[in-house]
């Protein structure tokens, strides 16, 4: 379970709340998934407002 008070991505960087949603994401053209690669994702603040990008790079996690 994610605890969004503890994930900089759910925090609003205007007013700093963390009552905040995905909105959307897109990976880099022609990027791929691997290990370092980058996913840009919107993000909006369901107290002001304010929609912002969150920039993720990606990281190979194997299970099994």
Same mark, same amino acid.
């Given at each position: 379970? !994610? %605890? !969004?008070?503890? %994930?900089?991505? *759910?925090? #609003?960087p =205007? +007013?700093h709340?963390? %009552? #905040?949603? @995905? $909105?959307?994401?897109?990976?880099?053209?022609?990027e791929?998934? @691997?290990?370092?690669?980058?996913? /840009?994702?919107?993000?909006? +603040?369901?107290? #002001?407002? #304010? /929609? *912002?990008? $969150? %920039?993720?790079e990606? =990281? $190979? $996690?194997?299970?099994?």
């Amino acid at each position: 379970m !994610i %605890n !969004i008070t503890e %994930n900089k991505a *759910y925090e #609003c960087p =205007k +007013c700093h709340g963390h %009552n #905040c949603e @995905f $909105v959307d994401a897109e990976d880099e053209p022609d990027e791929g998934y @691997f290990d370092g690669a980058h996913l /840009k994702a919107t993000f909006a +603040c369901l107290d #002001c407002h #304010c /929609k *912002y990008d $969150v %920039n993720f790079e990606l =990281k $190979v $996690v194997y299970r099994g």
